[in-house]
């Protein structure tokens, strides 16, 4: 009877070797996966950067070539072999990215027929970030040439610096990794900008944002108070409709604008009877008026106070002050002597007086305009 357990049935693939100088050194498990790795590497397509041999292996290969670990021990191995400086890693760890990216550090490789070597100095040339690394003015001035503010550069410098720290690998230019990370970073950030604001429904304590308010109140001239009170009514109507906006701000502008357009519209129409204002002064359809009559436009304003004066001492309201000026005026003007002749011969305007020329008597006596 053939024994099933024979030698040919119990190896049959190719050994994993493992130095014990090695595993002395560096761990059993860790010199198990650096000698799994150089096997792996035969399989693997090299590729060369920065003065190093890199190799992809997935997820599938390494659980392939090392069948006795999962993808969790793999990642935490490789993370162990990064971190004593014998191996280079380039990508997400293998449970995320599902695939493994490194390059051996020959220089921090031991002889396999020796003692492990004790160098843990980075390549030359090559050094790992300090934790006070702050780019240069060269690198802020190639940033610069695409349109990148320096202090958007600099917020991204302790994301930079703790990333390349807790991976613990070395470069020799970290500022143009930085530079290459802060495009990414800004193309990010552009990107969001463009993006359409999402639509939202209106919300009960929403307010119109500051900017709105000063476009509103400093820039169209519009009542901080009639503002104010158009926000309630605004977000009631909205939230009824349970409509979707994506800039009710731009909504609430137009709004308020109508709606004081309106109101204004409405005081100048108004046909209610009003006290006459102390600060009142005539329309300006009301010196166009003047002018079709051919009347002084400054005899005319010399009448306001006068004006203003018996009408705010009567206590009387009228619908019109804009029309009892207008009679006011027109009689007083037709009141002056308006024209004599010239010794040429030539006819002349002359300039009609003012009503504070007319004597006591006069002045007493004509109430014509105040009908």
């Not at 650096?34 to 693997?44: A, G, H, K, P, V």
């Not at 069948?67 to 021990?73: E, Q, S, Y």
Request: aromatic share 10%; proline share 6%; hydrophobic share 35%.
């Amino acid at each position: 009877m053939t024994n099933r357990f024979s030698r040919s049935n119990l190896l049959p693939e190719r050994p994993i070797l493992v130095y014990p100088s090695l595993a002395s050194t560096i761990g059993l498990e860790e010199a198990t996966l650096l000698s799994s790795l150089e096997e792996l590497c035969l399989q693997l397509q090299p590729e060369e950067r920065n003065g190093y041999t890199w190799y992809r292996a997935t997820s599938q290969q390494l659980t392939a070539a090392m069948p006795f670990w999962d993808v969790h021990d793999i990642q935490r191995v490789s993370t162990n072999l990064r971190e004593k400086g014998l191996i280079f890693i380039g990508s997400a760890a293998v449970t995320s990215g599902h695939e493994l990216k490194f390059a051996f550090n020959e220089r921090r490789q031991i002889n396999r027929s020796k003692q492990a070597v004790s160098n843990t100095s980075p390549p030359a040339g090559l050094n790992t970030i300090a934790p006070n690394w702050r780019p240069d003015n060269e690198t802020l001035e190639r940033l610069a040439q695409h349109a990148i503010p320096s202090a958007f550069a600099h917020e991204q410098v302790p994301e930079f610096v703790n990333y390349w720290r807790e991976r613990r690998e070395a470069k020799r230019a970290w500022g143009s990794a930085f530079m290459k990370h802060v495009l990414h970073k800004w193309h990010e950030f552009k990107a969001r900008a463009n993006e359409k604001p999402e639509p939202k429904l209106m919300e009960k304590v929403w307010r119109p944002s500051e900017d709105a308010l000063d476009v509103l109140t400093q820039h169209a001239g519009i009542s901080v108070e009639f503002v104010e009170d158009a926000i309630p009514e605004f977000v009631l109507y909205w939230r009824e409709r349970g409509v979707k906006s994506d800039n009710w701000n731009r909504k609430f502008r137009d709004h308020v604008h109508r709606q004081w357009i309106k109101y204004c519209s409405a005081l100048e129409h108004d046909t209610t009877p009003r006290r006459i204002a102390s600060n009142w002064a005539p329309s300006n359809e009301v010196y166009d008026v003047l002018r079709l009559a051919n009347i002084d436009i400054d005899f005319a304003k010399q009448l306001i106070p006068e004006f203003v004066i018996y009408w705010r001492d009567t206590n009387q309201v009228h619908a019109s002050w804009n029309t009892r000026f207008l009679q006011f005026v027109k009689r007083s003007w037709a009141s002056q002597p308006t024209s004599s002749n010239s010794p040429n011969g030539q006819f002349n305007q002359v300039k009609p007086k003012s009503t504070r020329e007319l004597s006591i008597s006069d002045e007493l006596n004509d109430r014509s305009w105040a009908i």
